[in-house]
């Protein structure tokens, strides 16, 4: 049986020696998410802070730390949710080896959530200015919960058949929210909680919140799940977990808490509260996945009625920043969990990668089927864009900014995940006169800065098929030919040349920017750039050549394709943007770009000396 709370949750994994507690005090403003960021690099344990500077109590971080570890925490329960995906892919597997799917009947009733009288979580009540003030980067507008549980439920349709639990960001102190009484609520476009609050501003009523912090593990996890429209997350929590779910509806004092919005029994920690759909206040900044500030914007606030808490309660965190972090560990188990669907929602779709380096959204790679024209002698991609069009109208793959795809008839080894493989099979077969397709003025991810305005941007399909075209390069030119100020050329990937470029400076009404205009001529000129079909303009080429990750960031992060998409012999015909030798792609620090996260010095020094000899990280840093 899985966890029934998140206590129990730690004493396994202190008992297993996957988890050590740390006595001396920790502060969480900055220093304790240094430590976790520490931690989580080299692959270390959950870490519990048994004193927490200015709060009673205590936290715990990096349960979700590496991929081995989430594994064990669902280790009960894995086996049959996998068992309950092949049944989705085929129903009928079941008869012909019942003995293999033994495990279901029961993964199904613990899917049920059952509805009990008390709980421990309505034990003891505190307020906002009691919980741990966790504030994880310098620049952060206050304190912020980083693993919350948002539950609502739908206002037309009350229930929990119809809820959403989703992990959205939960600001509570700083900016114009009043203490103890408000918090910030920051979720991004096509999640869940939207719709409700659709449906609470088409009634023009308030609706109802609970913020919920720690409880069974498997809660935590179902909140990111992507899973699809009309199934509960509350569902799914029990079925990964390995038990059901125990439920608990507040007592009515006042009688406006007890209005059917239920609390895990189990859980640690509980905001209740409503949010009135019309009243905004500015949320942020905020150090987010993609490796940047988000900035402050205006979002929903929740007025706080109750903060409950259980006894000897204990504060789950995280830290956000850019990728790879901690919530790598869910994504890899969601696309265990997930991929195997993904055929039977896109039909010719194989497989799907959001590029956890290039910070999810911004890059997603497709293998899909080419069979449109089996009989000709050129394959070229016409059923790969049916499969593009039907991607970026699935969910959260919609926020998708770059999406590439390759035909599967063309390698059928080829693997998504193999990222450098996946970019030479595209780079040796695309042809920039006709692959590039691009959306404009449409909706990008609420946290990219890279576009026109919050969640204002393009995206840009790139597919290939057929024969191989070129050779790709992979030591520098003997001679390429450079325009102004541009310098210091290094080769990232087979066929992919970063060049340091100036500074970006803005200029209004300007297609080109005329500084990659002279570029563009300078390389048209240049034969030695033919094994080179992608060049990137960067701030520092040294930084982005140094591994696939920093090129994945840099690239996909700091461009917006409609505005940073230029090429050599670049033509429009109907309407149609391609060119006749190498794309270029200006991913440039722009002045409208969110800053990106650092480090605050004198608080890494600090960690370096836990880390030392006689200090409580010695031999874990």
Not at 465 to 489: C, N, Q, T, Y
Request: hydrophobic share 40%.
């Amino acid at each position: 049986m899985g966890y029934r709370d998140l206590r129990d949750c730690v004493v396994d994994l202190e008992r297993s020696g996957q988890l050590v507690r740390i006595e001396e005090e920790i502060d969480p403003d900055l220093e304790m998410a240094a430590i976790q960021r520490r931690v989580y690099e080299v692959g270390g344990p959950a870490l519990l802070f048994s004193r927490v500077k200015g709060c009673a109590f205590p936290m715990v971080s990096n349960l979700f730390g590496t991929p081995q570890r989430i594994r064990y925490l669902f280790r009960d329960a894995l086996r049959a949710v996998r068992h309950l995906v092949e049944l989705k892919l085929d129903a009928g597997a079941f008869w012909k080896n019942p003995w293999r799917y033994r495990d279901v009947p029961g993964t199904l009733l613990h899917a049920l959530p059952r509805f009990v009288r008390s709980g421990p979580i309505l034990a003891h009540q505190t307020t906002i200015g009691q919980l741990p003030q966790l504030r994880s980067w310098p620049r952060d507008g206050g304190a912020f919960i980083t693993l919350p549980q948002v539950y609502t439920e739908d206002p037309d349709r009350p229930g929990w058949r119809h809820s959403n639990l989703g992990m959205y960001r939960v600001q509570l102190s700083g900016n114009r929210y009043e203490p103890d009484r408000e918090v910030g609520l920051h979720y991004q476009i096509h999640r869940g909680i939207g719709a409700h609050h659709a449906a609470a501003l088409r009634r023009g009523v308030p609706f109802r919140v609970h913020v919920i912090v720690g409880g069974p593990p498997s809660l935590a996890l179902a909140a990111v799940m992507p899973l699809p429209e009309g199934m509960p997350e509350l569902a799914f929590a029990g079925a990964l977990g390995g038990r059901r779910i125990d439920w608990v509806v507040p007592p009515g004092e006042p009688a406006a808490i007890a209005a059917g919005l239920p609390i895990p029994a189990e859980a640690d920690f509980c905001i209740v509260g409503t949010v009135d759909p019309k009243r905004l206040l500015p949320e942020g900044p905020f150090g987010d996945h993609l490796g940047y500030y988000s900035l402050t914007h205006d979002f929903p606030v929740l007025c706080v009625e109750r903060v409950y808490h259980r006894p000897g309660a204990i504060w789950p965190f995280t830290v956000v920043g850019r990728p790879p972090q901690e919530d790598t560990s869910f994504g890899d188990l969601i696309h265990e969990l997930t991929g195997p669907i993904v055929p039977t929602v896109v039909a010719g779709i194989h497989a799907v990668h959001a590029v956890d380096a290039a910070g999810v959204h911004p890059l997603l790679l497709a293998i899909g089927s080419e069979r449109y024209v089996p009989y000709a002698e050129e394959r070229r991609p016409q059923e790969l864009l049916t499969c593009a069009n039907a991607l970026l109208g699935q969910g959260q793959l919609s926020l998708a900014k770059y999406l590439f795809l390759a035909a599967k008839e063309d390698d059928p080894e080829l693997e998504v995940h193999d990222i450098a493989g996946f970019f030479r099979h595209i780079l040796e077969r695309v042809d920039w006169r006709s692959d590039l397709h691009f959306q404009t003025r449409t909706t990008i991810d609420t946290l990219d800065y890279s576009g026109n305005g919050l969640n204002e941007g393009s995206k840009v399909v790139i597919a290939a098929a057929g024969r191989k075209r070129r050779a790709l390069g992979v030591e520098m030119p003997a001679h390429i030919s450079l325009a102004g100020d541009f310098r210091e050329p290094r080769v990232c990937l087979p066929g992919v040349m970063a060049i340091e470029a100036p500074k970006y400076l803005p200029r209004r009404d300007v297609e080109v920017p005329p500084e990659v205009a002279q570029l563009c001529e300078a390389l048209a000129e240049c034969e030695t750039m033919s094994p080179f079909p992608l060049v990137v303009l960067v701030d520092d080429s040294e930084f982005t050549a140094h591994s696939l990750k920093n090129w994945l960031w840099v690239t996909f992060t700091r461009s917006n394709p409609a505005a940073d998409i230029h090429g050599v012999g670049a033509f429009v015909h109907q309407k149609h943007w391609g060119c006749r030798g190498p794309l270029v792609i200006d991913a440039r620090i722009k002045p409208h770009h969110a800053p990106p996260l650092e480090e605050d010095p004198a608080i890494e020094r600090r960690v370096e000396e836990l880390g030392a000899p006689g200090g409580p990280l010695y031999r874990i840093l």
